[in-house]
């Protein structure tokens, strides 16, 4: 009866009063005849036909999602506790005082210091029965995503299994002098502990989601067994309204991830106040998961409340627990057993009897099901056995328990990082400290004797279960990777041919597939876009990947290349979700680490909808040290041309630039891309460098010529000369060639060289000679660098300048180059450490003029390198739909504002008169009086 009285109950809220209770029996009493005499499968199929009847006669159902307000697993189907309570709560008492003593200690030093109390103490217990009885260690055990502001607890565990010293949790949050602790879980800084950065909030989950996807596809593609092992995720009920956090539900849900199982701690407090003042969050996850197709196991009340429970014949419990909202909830948690009773209990006269021979402190210590061990282990044993969908535990716990008035329950109590000596000793009392008043004063952190019997029965649980963790494998097999030369074979045959470089970087992966070593290893990612990209052939030529195969003949299966889906397809076909296909990428360029099994993703995608939209998945990328590479492509606000305002990028590369580990690179033509990717690979999966790459393409179509002799160090650095005057004077090209820069003398399609006598005779310029010739340096990157070209010719033939043309490909690469030599310089008076761009543009003259398809600030990125005048022209503003041409001129990146910038640059310091540049002005109708491109 009792089943069906609460399912009754989940409608109270909807239907304030039953107009006939009896008729409503003889429903329920008919139902439970046919449920003893027949089974559930007969009685769900009855059920689902009621439905189906009511709402094709128009009856208006509630949801169904929902469930009482009360724990999943029956008391009747709890499972045995295997682990000693007693010992356990000991040690759960250990790691709460030593987590505690860690943000005081670290506050009451440095106030300054941060860190978080409440988090870790709501959290503790469904911590401790994970990894007394659940987390399996190693490379073929769990993977766990903890809460990043319960921290503290994780290292006040490593503590006391001695992985961390006492020194190290004295320098909680203070890491520079190399013997500290991270804030939150950060692999970059603590490489040999943490594996998965879970912060800022929203990332673990989705990241969680894709890992147990990535770890399937691994199985499915037969390069790994990953049977038996979970994910977990630890999350925080407020951090549920990121979009991230249940941006994968419905893909673990349509993937079946019964290896993924989420643990939702609903502590109901967010930073500032209730997650759900007014509501209920544990009812409105319940509905999101169940709808999104997940298993949920509620956990809400603890063993305290199942004599209550089982003496409440009429419901009342359950009926009061609907009507309070979590508002209230919370301000029970904050307050003593006598507000309970008088504000919970006293309210129906049947309630009231049901607690009537409890004192407050009886009901003060009625605990919330996220407290009681044999709870969560029911719950977490129910998940772990479950087949056929994730899982998701709603944990109902208390903010801040155990810190009493000071903290449990308080608004405030995110933030509480102090606590004073007699707050102290309650907490102490609380949990039964073996802890003299001196030692609880000066928040000492206490560790007990090897041989006792708290680190027998620790140490025992954690080797039962293979070891301790979290842990993190910093290497993984070192990979052969193809050289340049079998690249380069299959760029020589497209010599001459108008590609674009997106064409190039498919022909150039299509390729890496086929290598009999490493081809099985990429993963080529896409959220919705490899058509857009002309990435179609590796439909057929590898498949996507999908967990049930193809059940469908696709529509166009009469065609060569059609969409082919496949269990063991190796494309990761994401849809359109750019966090969810980063959260994939993330997934696979630590599969060094997470699984000892080297992968190299290629995540293709929108540049625009790259770090723009995914800018703290990408921070979080370099943090847990990824391998692979990100493919921007249809990138450049100029060069993709009708598409407008939001999808024309000019900011990736700067974006790009500000994480530290991201190698960022814009190449012009196909050869350059061979010699970054080529490299990539071999920094990544043989040297195993903890960088990766972010390389921009575009979808210009031009003549991509060969690699020029020895150009591959300078395209690696991030500049070579790709074009020498003939005007400059034969010292000044001399000492260019000794200094390494070297010549590309093929011919572009857009340029038309103009002979050099015939330009000494231009603008009156025969009375120079060579060597006192007007010169300018031109930089240029991506396709913007043809238009540098352009403007070399047309300042040689139209002006008598003299001008080297320079392909940078990096300009982050050469900044953090020329901020190392000044760094060397400036702590070492007798470094004579130079720059790179620097020594490149060393034996050259005159001012430097840098052109991108991106934001002046990324060509500023070098200017404190730039030994003279420098000048620097990107793409300011938001785009809009026009022709390349149009585009162009409208940013004033064109060859012919290429042209006027040079010279104006060389009248300002008098290498010319200004009555050129206006010349210049006038030839090329130029609007000066046009509002600056950022305005308009």
Known sequence: MTDLSEIASAFWRVIPADPDPGETREWLDAFESMLA???????????????????????????????????????????????HSEIEQRLIGLVRWNALAMVVRANSAHAELGGHIASYASA???????????????????????????????????????????????????????????????????????????????????????????????????????????????????????????????????????????????????????????????QELEGLFAGAGWNVVKVLWGSDWDALFARDREQVILKRLHETVDGEFQKYAATDGRFNRENFFNKYPELQAIVAHMSDDDIDRLRRGGHDPVKIYAAYSAAVSHRGQPTVILAQTKKGYGMGHWGQGRMTTHSQ???????LKEFRDRFALALGDEQVTAAAFHRPPPESQEMRYLHARRQALGGYLPERIGRGPELAVPDLAAIAAMLERSTGREQSTTTVFVNILSQLLRDATLGKRIVPIVADEARTFGMQSLFRQVGIYASLGQLYEPEDHDELLYYRE?????????????????????????????????????????????????????????????????????????????????????????????????????????????????????????????????????????????????????????MYLLRRSELAGDTERDDIKRDGAKRDDTKRDDTKRADTKRSDAKRGDAKHSDAKRPAVQ????????????????????????????????????????????????????????????????APTRGPVIAASDYVSAVADLIRPWVPRRYVALGTDGYGRSDTRVALRRFFEVDRHSIVVAALSALADEGSIERDRVAAAIATYEIDAARPDPWTI
């Open 124 to 282: 503790a217990d469904l911590f401790e029965v994970g990894f007394n009885h659940f987390f399996r260690a190693g490379q073929t055990g769990d993977l766990v995503y903890f809460q990043p502001h319960s921290a503290p607890g994780v290292y006040a565990r490593a503590y006391l299994e001695g992985r961390l010293s006492e020194e190290q949790l004295a320098n909680y949050r203070r890491e520079t002098g190399g013997k500290g602790l991270t804030s939150y879980c950060h692999p970059y800084l603590m490489p040999g502990f943490w594996q998965f950065p879970t912060g800022s909030m929203g990332l673990g989950p989705i990241t969680a989601v894709h890992q147990a996807r990535f770890m399937r596809y691994l199985a499915n593609r037969g390069l790994l067994d990953t049977s038996g092992r979970k994910v977990w995720a630890f999350v925080g009920d407020g951090e549920m309204d990121e979009p991230e956090a249940l941006a994968g539900l419905s893909l673990a849900a349509r993937e079946g991830l019964d290896n993924l199982i989420f643990v939702v701690n609903c502590n109901l407090q967010r930073l500032d106040g209730p997650v759900r003042g007014n509501g209920s969050i544990v």
């Open 37 to 83: 005499a027949e089974g559930t499968e007969r009685a769900t199929f009855i059920l689902r036909a009621l439905l189906d009847q009511a709402r094709a006669k128009g009856v208006k159902l509630p949801p169904v999602f929902n469930t009482p307000y009360c724990n999943t697993i029956p008391l009747s189907e709890q499972p045995q506790y295997p682990g």
């Open 778 to 841: 031109l930089l240029g990157s991506g396709p913007i660098l043809r238009e540098s070209l352009a403007a070399a010719e047309l300042l040689e033939r139209d002006w008598g300048v003299a001008a080297h043309v320079w392909s940078v490909t990096s300009f982050t690469e050469l900044r953090r180059d020329g901020a190392a030599a000044a760094r060397a310089r400036r702590l070492d008076p007798a470094s004579t450490r130079e720059s790179y761009v620097a020594r490149c543009l």
């Open 566 to 718: 496949a269990r063991d397809g190796q494309i990761l076909e994401e849809g359109i979700t750019e966090a969810g296909a980063m959260a994939s990428w993330i997934a696979a360029a630590t599969s060094y680490s997470t699984h000892g099994t080297p992968m190299l993703p290629f995540y293709t995608f929108y540049s625009m909808f790259g770090f723009q939209r995914i800018g703290d998945l990408a921070w979080q990328a370099g943090d847990s040290r990824a391998r692979g590479f990100l493919i921007g492509a249809t990138a450049g606000r100029t060069t993709l041309a009708g598409e407008g305002l939001q999808h024309q990028d000019g900011s990736s590369q700067l974006i790009a630039s500000t994480i530290p580990n991201c190698v960022a690179y814009d190449p012009c033509f196909g050869y350059e891309l061979a010699v970054i990717v080529q490299d990539g690979m071999r920094r990544m999966l043989a040297a195993q460098e903890d960088v990766f790459y972010y390389v921009t393409v575009s979808n210009e179509n031009y003549a991509q010529p060969r690699l020029p002799e020895s150009a591959e160090e300078g395209i690696r650095r991030g």
């Open 417 to 423: 990082k102090k606590l004073d000596a007699e707050a």
